[in-house]
């Protein structure tokens, strides 16, 4: 038994894990949300391996990145899927694994980004995608929910300005912009069908401040419980919100402003 606030979720089997993955834009709160469900005894929190990406071989691989985009782009993405897939693969001990993006993301939000951009030129692009899509056969990453943090690029830009990371200085309100449109495109349109590893995506507002609602965050946990247990036929408690669904590649899409 998962207990929270409000709601009980019973798995039919005691022993059933779960893995949860928080997707949206630059500074659309992510980690935020997972530390506060990193506080709970049923869930770990699985966050980008930002430090590594910061010491490569002596070398902080996203400054470089960011520094100079059409020079670096291929290998820290490609950096990034390889710490990703190390995230995915990671033994999970407790019922709830929860991870900030995914392998996914990484490739039809950031990798596609970069090569509308031209950061990404069409051999790089191509020797990406085909090394992404032999991991997805042999060595696919399983998600039993994707959760969507919906968080407008005005305030993303506003959020990124606040915690002043260093690396993260040269990134302008357009180039979260074009990040946004790319994961409306993937997560946020009921009429795309783009593959995100066959499994429900659950839509929440990611714009609400949560020094201006106190219990924005338990609201939300509630919410991604309800809606895992609604999703997987191995848990017997269903939603009690009142959401929008509509079909989604076999699956169910939800949106939720809280």
């Known amino acids: 038994m998962i207990g929270i606030r409000d709601v009980e979720v019973d798995f039919k089997e005691p022993n059933q894990k779960f893995k ?12 935020t949300l997972l530390n506060h469900f990193a506080t709970k005894e049923d869930a770990e929190a699985a966050f980008e391996p930002v430090d590594k990406w910061q010491d490569v071989g002596g070398k902080n691989l996203l400054g470089l990145m960011y520094e100079d985009k059409e020079r670096w782009s291929f290998m820290f993405q490609s950096y990034v899927l390889l710490t990703m897939m190390e995230v ?8 709830l694994y929860m991870l900030e993006r995914t392998a996914y993301g990484g490739r039809y939000c950031f990798v596609e980004n970069l090569r509308k951009s031209g950061s990404l030129d069409l051999a790089e692009y191509t020797c990406y995608t085909e090394w992404f899509d ?11 929910l994707i959760v969507y943090l919906r968080t407008s690029p005005e305030v993303c830009h506003r959020r990124l300005r606040e915690r002043a990371r260093n690396e993260e200085v040269s990134v302008s309100l357009d180039y979260l912009k074009s990040l946004h449109d790319c994961y409306e495109n993937w997560l946020g349109n009921p009429d795309n069908h783009s593959w995100h590893g ?11 401040d949560v020094h201006s609602h ?5 609201t939300m946990r509630d919410e991604i419980l309800e809606n895992l247990a609604y999703e997987n036929p191995l848990c017997q408690t ?17 949106n939720l402003e809280l």
């Not at 995915?88 to 019922?95: I, L, S, Y």
């Not at 032999?134 to 039993?144: A, E, G, Y």
């Not at 106190?214 to 338990?218: G, I, M, P, R």
């Open 238 to 254: 269903p939603p009690t919100t009142n959401s929008v669904a509509f079909p989604l590649a076999g699956k169910v899409r939800r």
């Open 20 to 31: 949860i993955a928080i997707e949206g834009n630059i500074a659309s709160g992510k980690s």
């Open 198 to 208: 066959n499994c429900p995506v659950l839509i929440l507002n990611g714009d609400r």
């Open 134 to 144: 032999w991991i997805m056969k042999t060595r696919r990453p399983q998600l039993d």
């Open 214 to 218: 106190a219990n924005l965050f338990e």
């Open 88 to 95: 995915h693969c990671k033994d999970q001990t407790k019922p």
